[in-house]
């Protein structure tokens, strides 16, 4: 069986999908592995069945199908794709989270650009006249 160190998959710590270093198995279950988030430094016991993020996320021929075009004030859903005008480049969201400050974001595997975090169902600051474009 070949020896996987490095996986992709969702912490419960930081809130988000992140490189994952494994460090151990667990005795009880031939599932869960112990594992290094490499952002946070926390470790914690995954499911390698169901937390780990599928490393190969199919991207081929997604430009194809039906793509939303992106925009920050849309939301969208996981395995959902997307197409990014200002970047010319399609992608999947492949997870989302919700920010410190409430605003929630996705995160999506793009064909060119890899795996990036856009913002979902942004609500415009009332309080700000003049706001730059946020993407
Ligand atoms: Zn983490």
Redesign the pocket.
Known sequence: MAKVKNVEAF?S??N?V?KMELTGEVASDENKRWAK?K??K?TMIINIAEDVVSQKVSLEGIENGNCTTYSPVKSYSVGETIFHENWNDFGKVVAKEVLSNGQKSISVEFQNSGNKKLIESYIKPIDQEEQSEVI
């Open positions: 912490c710590f930081c988000g992140r988030c952002k946070c926390q």
